[in-house]
């Protein structure tokens, strides 16, 4: 199959499995109602998929990558400007609250009774992995503390986006500190130089 033709296959398949995941648990999808919603042939599928759990792992990866504002604010944070930094992701963080958008809703059935904690996992790796990999990210080189912030950003980050309507029910000011919390792990973890523990919020006196 042309690599073209392919890739309208796997959007296909992975709306397919996005719409299946709405209206049933995840363990009760079946590959045969998965390819006859997408319109794709069974050797398509084997050709490119090892089977069903293959292919939500690569749909909820995908769908990390959807979520531009947030990964564009790792991507290009700055490690220079802090107070900017807090104001961009107050911003993007107030935006999202009022956002009832199609990736929104898809996020929101990981944590539905339809979801699972191995979706979950899924999406928090591929958010980590596509951060690592535009950032130039060698995680090997990280020192243990950098590790523990780095996975403890993009845990918090990706329960800000499956818990939307925890989010929703924050106010401002609260907004505000949530804010300045996230680009303060942030900064200690993916800043250009290595923070020492002064440097690290609420270890000021060690």
Same mark, same amino acid.
């Given at each position: 199959m042309p690599k073209k033709t392919w890739?309208?296959?796997?959007?296909?398949?992975?709306?397919?499995?996005?719409?299946?995941?709405?209206?049933?648990?995840?363990?009760?999808?079946?590959?045969?109602?998965?390819?006859?919603?997408?319109?794709?042939?069974r050797g398509d599928f084997y050709y490119h998929y090892k089977n069903l759990v293959d292919l939500a792992k690569c749909a909820v990866e995908d769908e990390a990558k959807s979520w531009d504002d947030l990964t564009s604010f790792f991507l290009n944070f700055n490690e220079d400007n802090i107070e900017v930094a807090t104001d961009q992701i107050?911003?993007?963080?107030?935006?999202?609250?009022?956002q009832n958008s199609l990736k929104a809703k898809r996020l929101?059935?990981?944590?539905?009774?339809?979801?699972?904690?191995?979706?979950?996992?899924?999406?928090?790796?591929?958010?980590?992995?596509?951060?690592?990999?535009?950032?130039?990210?060698?995680?090997?080189?990280?020192?243990?503390?950098?590790?523990?912030?780095?996975?403890? !950003?993009?845990?918090?980050?990706?329960?800000?986006? !499956?818990?939307?309507?925890?989010?929703?029910?924050?106010?401002?000011?609260?907004?505000?500190?949530l804010s300045r919390h996230l680009v303060s792990v942030a900064y200690t973890s993916i800043g250009s130089r290595q923070a020492d523990a002064r440097e690290i919020p609420g270890c000021k006196n060690i």
């Open positions: 890739e309208g296959c796997v959007q296909r398949l992975y709306d397919a499995f996005w719409s299946l995941l709405e209206e049933k648990p995840y363990a009760q999808i079946s590959v045969s109602e998965l390819l006859a919603r997408a319109g794709v042939s107050y911003y993007y963080l107030s935006s999202i609250c009022t929101s059935t990981l944590i539905s009774p339809h979801g699972s904690m191995y979706l979950v996992e899924c999406f928090r790796e591929g958010f980590k992995d596509y951060i690592a990999k535009y950032r130039n990210l060698d995680l090997e080189k990280f020192t243990n503390m950098q590790k523990i912030l780095f996975e403890g !950003v993009v845990g918090f980050s990706t329960s800000l986006l !499956v818990h939307l309507d925890l989010l929703k029910s924050l106010n401002r000011e609260e907004l505000k500190l």
